[in-house]
């Protein structure tokens, strides 16, 4: 699946060229490239070979049933890499004590579930976008924070001083987002399975199975 050939991009057709337009296409370009009379080489010898493959009908038909996933797949891969980044500094977790005092919850001996609900906060992340953000792929780098398990004593030690007998640490992990332009609005909440950080080392997890991400505009 690495290494795919696009003949129709290189000789210029749509998916659906007939076979007239096939060889239209390649008489055109080879008396572009044709060496003999100063192209290059590997140019006409690439265009040499997709109007061969295209050519035979059989290939032809195996190649076109997987064509479209290709261009689809190659597609997303452009987009994800001219997508813009939202970096992690611009979320903000919600569960801060800042925000419970802008909030005016007091703090003390109050579970965290439940001063969420008293200062009425239904998210865990806020992130604020410009317009024009709102109008291009994006890419949202979001802070996570996960649990570990002590490596030193698997939890098996109350006196281990890595853990302090916990069996377990907290680490941060920046999860990755793919958001596709214009699927967000202001006043949007989105929600974010952090279900596949479980990954296949098992010693990494996140006791939250789900991050929501509160969005709005500048
Ligand atoms: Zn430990």
Known sequence: MDFFVDHYKILGLEPTATED??????????????????????KFHQIFISYQFLLDKQKRKNYDKTYKEFIKKI????????????????????????????KQVRISKIKKKDRLFLANIQYDYEVKLNLQEFECDLI???PVVLKKICKYCYGNDLNCSYCNGL???KTQAIVQIFIPAHTLH??????????HLKSKSLDVYSEKKMIRIYVDVK
């Open 75 to 102: 597609n997303l891969e452009n987009r994800y890499q001219n997508a813009k980044v939202i970096e992690s500094n611009r979320f903000y977790y919600t569960a801060t004590l800042k925000r419970f005092l802008e």
């Open 167 to 169: 069996g377990k640490y």
């Open 140 to 142: 949202f780098k979001v």
């Open 186 to 195: 202001p006043g949007q909440m989105i929600k974010i399975n952090l279900e």
């Open 21 to 42: 337009e096939i060889k239209k296409a390649f008489w055109k370009l080879a008396k572009l490239y044709h060496p003999d009379k100063g192209g290059d080489p590997y």
